[in-house]
C-alpha cells in the first residue's frame, strides 16, 4: 500500500476550507458535508501513517478503532458522531420526511461541524508530529 499521508491531510485541510467558504454563504447543508469529508479524510491520514486501513465513512467508529494509546477522548469522539450524521442526509431529499436537504441544516449546525472538523484534524496533526513517527 502506497504511503499518501500528506496526500489524506492536504484534502483534508482543503475540505476544511471549503466547509468555511460554504458556512459563510450559507450553504449550511455542503459545510457540515465538507465539515465531514475533512474529518475523515484527516484520521484516515493517520492510519496511513501508522500502516493501517482506515475502511469506512464513520469518523467516530474510525477514532475508536485507532490503537489504544491514540484514541481521542471521548469529546472528541462524541463531536465525530455528530459530524457522521451529516455523511449522506445533507445530500439525498430521500434522506428527509419532506423538504430538500438545505432546508434542514442552519449555521449554528454548520458552525458545530467545521468547529468539531478542525479539533479532529488538529488531533491528527498533533500525532503526526509526534518524535516517534517514522514518516
Not at 493501517?52 to 469522539?77: F, S, Y
Not at 423538504?99 to 488531533?123: K, L
Request: charged content about 25%; some cysteine; proline content about 6%.
Amino acid at each position: 500500500m502506497a504511503r499518501r499521508v500528506a496526500d489524506w491531510l492536504k484534502q483534508a485541510e482543503r475540505d476544511l476550507a471549503l466547509a468555511e467558504q460554504a458556512r459563510a454563504t450559507g450553504w449550511h447543508e455542503w459545510a457540515c458535508f465538507a465539515a465531514h469529508q475533512a474529518a475523515e479524510k484527516a484520521v484516515k491520514a493517520l492510519y496511513q501513517q501508522l500502516g493501517l486501513l482506515g475502511w469506512g465513512h464513520v469518523v467516530a467508529r474510525l477514532l475508536q478503532e485507532l490503537p489504544e494509546e491514540l484514541r481521542p477522548p471521548p469529546e472528541l469522539i462524541e463531536e465525530a458522531h455528530e459530524l457522521d450524521t451529516y455523511y449522506i442526509p445533507t445530500r439525498y431529499p430521500d434522506s428527509h420526511a419532506a423538504g430538500a436537504p438545505f432546508e434542514h441544516y442552519s449555521a449554528r449546525q454548520s458552525e458545530r461541524a467545521v468547529n468539531y472538523a478542525r479539533a479532529i484534524i488538529t488531533f491528527v496533526r498533533h500525532h503526526l508530529a509526534e518524535p516517534s513517527d517514522s514518516r
